[in-house]
């Protein structure tokens, strides 16, 4: 044994084989990874999310010895592994003569304030570094809106385009004379171009799905495990992103917001896993969606709505995380209260647009952010779900879902529920943005038309209900002007009617 070893621990969503950490080999670093239940238990995750974490570690460590490191690697299963980090971290000190600790920064508060506290009681150095991943500190958007009332995406996007020479001029000018072409980027799919083959690797994973299962682990949503379609290590994520750009890319400025029935990936890159895991770098991902618009293979519009979802919003969402908690997750504006209904776990509603999203979530573990927000959120919020069961939800079954960028996004820009610290407003819409965006409305139980009776559209009546129930939280918000005033034009009896759909659809929603 040597005289002394620095443990060197790697996360699940810690997956670069390119930190400077593996630039040498020593052998007084030891390479730490733990498959835990700490880790499949905080919420009750997508067993295809469980499955691909534990095979992309797996594959990682197997790497990294090949490449002449010393890896110790905790399988789910192994009669040592205590099934908590700091269990754990203090039967390996002992075991391999640890004399310092090393850990990349999480990218979650809970993590986070274990570690720190971890490494507070120890008598040994525990040092935390950078995890060389994104663009931003963690704290580079709190300082950089010090000051100001309100954050806002648009400002941070714009900062981070100068900043980093992204689609600017030699001026800092944008290219094209405008920063954002998101009007340009919301049309419907009429079927043509078709959805691209999907190419990704497939793995049989079957062994250690029963190895998960037997040592205890509960999931939901389908594992695939025969056929999980994920990229476990960097060549197959950048295998992914070449696929992206040259098949998908083209088109996906044009129907980033469609959606369809027939359609499940329709042309999304399916980045997300990779990259939040970190087996790809955003640097790298906008470097060849750039060179793309250079080249002239897409336009410019599909180019930069592209970018601004990597530098522009993941950054930003990032920065408001990590400056929001750990308070942040206990949000809750408009009290609301309701469990999710049983369908949320099995997809079986007549509502066809949600029978499809959320299936489809079960079935592949993602869906795309129209999905997640205008057809999922939307319901919920309207609905009155209970924010923290819905936030709960969504960071299970996403196979993307980390809590630094999902928490953000359900509880501030799908349900609201920090009253307008994230979003300028709710984002919740009738059954006509829905039909307008997707071809879910037609052979749909529900009427998208009618507001008033059983065959009604659930979406409509709750829609209105909503806003007059939180007219006193809302009505002066100046982007909903148009609404409030829509609503004072309706008569009395129609009013009270919607209400009274709406108060009846929310006792029986398990039923709709």
């Not at 990936?265 to 990259?275: D, G, Y």
Request: proline letters at 4%; aromatic letters at 12%.
């Amino acid at each position: 044994m040597s005289p002394g070893t620095t443990l060197r621990l790697l996360l699940g969503d810690q997956l670069n084989p390119r930190h400077s950490w593996f630039a040498e080999r020593r052998a007084d670093v030891l390479y730490v990874f733990m498959e835990m239940r700490q880790e499949t238990d905080y919420v009750l995750h997508h067993a295809q999310k469980i499955l691909a974490i534990f095979a992309a570690m797996r594959e990682l460590a197997s790497q990294l010895r090949a490449a002449g490191h010393r890896v110790h690697y905790l399988a789910i299963d192994d009669p040592d592994n205590r099934q908590a980090l700091p269990d754990n971290l203090d039967a390996l000190l002992v075991r391999f003569n640890i004399r310092a600790c090393e850990y990349q920064a999480p990218d979650e508060w809970r993590l986070d304030a274990q570690l720190a506290d971890y490494g507070r009681r120890q008598s040994i150095p525990c040092r935390m570094v950078e995890s060389e991943h994104f663009y931003t500190l963690r704290d580079e958007a709190a300082r950089l809106f010090a000051g100001r009332k309100q954050w806002l995406m648009e400002h941070f996007y714009r900062h981070m385009r100068v900043q980093h020479r992204i689609l600017v001029d030699g001026a800092s000018r944008p290219v094209g004379g405008q920063w954002n072409f998101d009007h340009d980027n919301r049309k419907p799919w009429p079927g043509l171009p078709s959805e691209p083959a999907d190419l990704r690797a497939s793995h049989d994973h079957s062994a250690l799905w029963q190895t998960i299962v037997a040592a205890g682990v509960c999931s939901f949503g389908q594992a695939n495990a025969a056929q999980l379609a994920w990229p476990l290590n960097r060549a197959e994520a950048l295998q992914q992103l070449d696929a992206f750009v040259e098949k998908a890319l083209p088109y996906f400025g044009d129907f980033q917001d469609a959606m369809s029935y027939r359609a499940w990936r329709m042309f999304h890159s399916l980045l997300s896993f990779a990259l939040n895991t970190k087996m790809l770098a955003p640097r790298e991902v906008v470097a060849r969606v750039d060179a793309a618009w250079r080249a002239g293979r897409v336009s410019l519009a599909t180019a930069e709505g592209f970018i601004r979802q990597i530098i522009g919003w993941r950054e930003y969402i990032r920065g408001f995380y990590w400056a929001h908690m750990p308070e942040y997750v206990e949000q809750n504006v408009f009290a609301h209260a309701r469990p999710l209904p049983g369908w949320f776990w099995t997809g079986q509603t007549r509502m066809r647009c949600l029978a499809h999203a959320i299936g489809q979530s079960l079935e592949q573990a993602y869906a795309h952010h129209i999905q997640r927000l205008m057809v999922i959120g939307n319901f919920a919020l309207l609905a009155g779900l209970d924010p923290a069961a819905v936030h709960r939800w969504y960071l299970g079954v996403y196979i993307d879902a980390f809590e630094w960028v999902e928490l953000p996004n359900t509880l501030g820009m799908s349900q609201f529920a920090d009253g307008g610290l994230l979003a300028t407003k709710p984002y919740v819409s009738s059954a006509a943005y829905i039909d307008r965006m997707s071809d879910y409305c037609k052979g749909c139980h529900y009427n998208k038309k009618l507001r008033i009776g059983e065959r009604a559209c659930p979406y409509n009546s709750l829609y209105w209900d909503f806003f007059a129930r939180n007219a006193g939280k809302l009505s002066t918000n100046p982007r909903l002007g148009l609404v409030y005033r829509q609503w004072a034009k309706m008569d009395e009896a129609t009013r009270r009617s919607l209400q009274e759909q709406a108060g009846e659809l929310r006792k029986s929603l398990d039923r709709l």
